[in-house]
């Protein structure tokens, strides 16, 4: 089986670099037989690269331990989820699983545009299998995944116990598909570059995979986070870690992207912009995987130290340099047609909105980079942690949620003094009224209350417009209400879609700033029967219960909750595992969660004379985090779901496209 | 007249955002702040306040000598100095903002603030442009009446896409 796997990667590494090659020679000859080879080799390393992943996948279900990739990520007593798991368990593994994934995606873009866009798609077949290409490289050259051991091992090493849990098994996977998912776009701004078709079609083209790329991007880091908050057990969901900062910038972009794209959609401009706004993002996927595989940052999320730094940098500088070298080669056909009206539009806020969200990447990224600058340019370490991205970020978060709010408001082209007034007077009435309560309730942060009062603006600004749009529906077609609402957003499902995925986000706002400024954190030590008070809460300490499988020993310990009145009201069951192989201590958190606040506990230690070590949080409103992610997910969604309707627009807007063009 | 003022406000704004970066603390810091202000050395990677090993061998005697130092009466401030002699400056979870670190503080809202210049810039010259104003060519008469802008901005607003 490993010489099969063996071959599959070897043999895919000839048909990738044949379809580079085909694609680039077929693409400038206009040789249409070659370009079809070109992208046979692609469907063929997609089939090779299927192959390698089932022969790993088949090492780790049968626990072949010959292979050391999978001793060292297994064991015989392993439950088959995580088995399944651990296959993006390291670093060969997760990189061969990434190659899956990419050259899925490119088959499948292949065979969706098999007969269209013919002009772009040599350079995007070139472009896409270049980075699949480099990736193949990693794994035969670099870090073989199928290395074999001079002797079969009883048993593996087992999977880290972090990362046995289910956040884990569909927390990288949804993360990698986000980045990957961008490499498509990618492929097709290259190839508008290439060829000189600088319309909206490459866009129109890889409008779903880019909300497609920003979906999955979000999820990973959704689900990232909940595991981070369940499993690491520091009460807390995000700690700003380098491979988190590199899953988050990405997105940044991503969303810069889907917001200035409508300009150009709208108005013929901002070409350059958007063109370097994937560029940019496409090169931070790749960043990203630098910064977890190369060792260069230390994170608690990295893999083992390899040598694979330097591949990265070139392989990244490499694209840089032809990306922005075809820009500015390109730059005189990419002037704008049209300009903008007035600083009072809605095209304004959106490329106010754009500088936040660069801005937010950049602020991210000179974060995570700096104290390897500090190291060059003072020879001194030094620490870039969450306080500071903390307070860099959260001023340009909260202008993006107020942004969040006016985009919608005002005006295209130019608002008028009436305009404004007739728009925001309310709105603003109402935030305003929404931060004197939020004061007066008791909150003296100056963030919570901004975030409080900017997000009333943004939920007033939305219902609205839900409702005025449903109004106008319902009177003109003799709708009713709920139809006329249904019928608005299947009509327009980009526009509402986007209004659901802000109102997501608003809650999102809204449990971050919150569960960070009013976090309640206490450490208690006592006895069997015992009780102690954190905020609302009373929790009495009723017993410790050991229990123990082939797989792990645990400690549980059994709480009872009460509230104001004493009255019971759950049980919580925090946990400290000690797990075989590796040997190594874990907790298990337990947590009652309601829309008000979470209470979190983590058994410290519990030892014979009945005496046990709690450290318990309460962290106000974090569940609407989690509902504000849900939303999130279902606004997209809305947004992307397909349509029979809609695909005939989409076929109508080609075809005069390409009718144009020709012309 | 406009150029004055519009730079006048940029410059208010610069120096807004600038003010941003962390002033010398001036009131006492909680055991809380003082616990976020060093990184637990255990390669968590989390601050002493988020370190999560039950058993850890840095954070846990590190909380206990915050507290016992701030009852004696030493300050935040002072305790946050003690740690980064003994264990360098990499010990503080955020940079110093002094000398060369200060860029690290500056660097995102200088970014931003010159961004955000250039963008307004940019998009009052094009809107000058349009508006036929000060320093542009002449423009021909706007091929729309009121009434039809009106018109043309909610058909817009309709096709929003």
């Not at chain 1, 309560?437 to 909150?443: D, K, N, P, R, Y």
């Amino acid at each position: 089986m490993v010489f099969t796997g063996n071959f599959a990667l070897n043999l895919a590494l000839i048909t990738a670099a044949y379809a580079v090659l085909a694609s680039c020679y077929g693409g400038l000859r206009r040789r249409a037989d070659i370009v079809v080879s070109g992208e046979h080799a692609a469907y063929a390393t997609s089939g090779l690269v299927t192959i390698a992943l089932a022969v790993m996948l088949h090492g780790f279900l049968t626990s072949d331990f010959s292979i050391k990739y999978v001793a060292s990520y297994s064991s015989s007593t392993l439950p088959v989820g995580y088995k399944i798991s651990a296959l993006w368990g390291g670093m060969e593994g997760s990189l061969l699983f990434w190659l899956f994934i990419l050259t899925s995606f490119i088959a499948l873009c292949i065979w969706q545009n098999r007969n269209r866009n013919r002009q772009l798609m040599p350079y995007v077949n070139a472009t896409t299998m270049s980075v699949a290409l480099f990736f193949l490289i990693l794994l035969i050259f670099v870090t073989p995944p199928f290395k074999l051991l001079p002797f079969r091992p009883q048993g593996g090493t087992d999977l880290n116990p972090l990362l046995q849990n289910y956040w884990m098994q569909i927390h990288p996977p949804s993360l990698y598909l986000g980045y990957v998912s961008w490499t498509i776009p990618f492929g097709f701004a290259i190839a508008a570059l290439v060829t000189g078709r600088l319309d909206d079609l490459w866009i129109r083209t890889s409008r779903r995979w880019c909300l497609m790329a920003w979906f999955f991007l979000s999820l990973g880091n959704i689900f990232g986070s909940r595991w981070a908050y369940e499993v690491l057990g520091w009460g807390g969901y995000w700690a700003w870690d380098p491979v988190e900062n590199a899953a988050i910038m990405p997105w940044f972009t991503g969303t810069a992207y889907l917001h200035s794209v409508m300009i150009q959609e709208r108005k013929d401009m901002l070409k350059v912009w958007n063109l370097s706004l994937i560029i940019i993002t496409f090169s931070l996927t790749i960043f990203g995987t630098f910064l977890t595989r190369s060792g260069v940052i230390s994170s608690v999320h990295s893999f083992t130290e390899s040598g694979m730094g330097p591949f990265f940098m070139v392989f990244l500088a490499m694209w840089l340099l032809i990306s922005v070298s075809l820009l500015i080669y390109r730059l005189d056909e990419l002037r704008p047609r049209h300009q903008l009206d007035s600083m009072l539009s809605r095209e304004s806020a959106f490329l106010f909105n754009n500088l936040l969200l660069v801005g937010l990447a950049f602020a991210t990224l000179w974060g995570t980079i700096f104290p390897i600058l500090s190291e060059w340019v003072r020879g001194v370490k030094i620490t870039v942690g969450p306080p500071f991205f903390n307070q860099v970020n959260a001023p340009l978060g909260i202008g993006l949620l107020l942004l969040m709010g006016i985009g919608p408001v005002i005006a295209w082209r130019r608002a008028s003094t009436k305009q404004l007034i007739q728009n925001f007077m309310w709105p603003t009435i109402v935030a305003l009224l929404a931060g004197i309560v939020t004061f007066f309730a008791g909150v003296r942060s100056l963030s919570v209350v901004l975030v409080f009062s900017f997000s009333t603006f943004v939920i007033y600004t939305m219902v609205v417009e839900f409702h005025r749009g449903a109004v106008a529906r319902a009177t003109m077609v003799g709708e009713s209400y709920g139809v006329a609402l249904l019928g608005l957003v299947r009509k327009n499902q980009r526009r509402y879609g986007g209004y659901i995925v802000h109102l997501g986000v608003v809650l999102m706002f809204i449990g971050i700033a919150m569960s960070s400024v009013y976090q309640v954190e206490q450490q208690f030590t006592v006895k069997k029967g015992e009780s102690f008070t954190i905020d609302r809460y009373t929790l009495r300490y009723d017993s410790i219960k050991e229990a123990e499988d082939s797989h792990v020993a645990r400690l549980i310990a059994q709480l009872t909750v009460l509230d104001e009145d004493g009255n019971e009201i759950s049980h919580l069951s925090p946990e400290k595992r000690f797990y075989k192989k590796p040997e190594q201590p874990s907790t298990e958190v337990a947590y009652r969660s309601t829309l008000r606040d979470d209470l979190y506990v983590i058994l410290g230690s519990a030892d014979k004379n009945d005496t046990a070590t709690f450290q318990v949080y309460v962290n106000p409103l974090i569940a609407w985090l989690w509902i504000g992610g849900i939303v999130l997910v279902l606004g997209t969604l809305v947004a992307v779901y397909p349509t029979s309707a809609g695909r005939a627009r989409e076929r109508v807007v080609e075809a005069a496209a390409e009718k144009r063009y020709k012309v | 007249m406009k150029t004055i003022r519009f730079t006048l406000h940029a410059v208010a704004l610069s120096a807004a955002l600038l003010t941003a970066v962390p002033a010398p603390v001036a009131f006492a810091m909680t055991q809380s702040e003082v616990e976020e202000g060093l990184t637990c050395q255990c390669g968590c990677g989390l601050t002493v306040r988020n370190c999560n090993h039950t058993q850890c061998g840095f954070s846990i005697p590190v909380r206990e000598d915050i507290a016992a130092s701030l009852t004696r009466g030493e300050s935040g401030e002072e305790i946050l100095a003690r740690y980064a002699e003994e264990y360098g400056e990499k010990v503080l979870s955020s940079p110093v903002p002094e000398g060369f670190n200060i860029l690290a503080w500056v660097g995102p809202y200088l970014s931003i603030v010159l961004g955000g210049l250039g963008l307004a810039f940019t998009i009052r010259r094009w809107a000058r442009k349009k508006d036929g104003g000060e320093g542009s060519p002449p423009t021909s008469p706007p091929v729309h009446d009121e009434k039809s802008r009106r018109r043309l901005d909610s058909e817009l607003e309709s096709m929003d896409v």
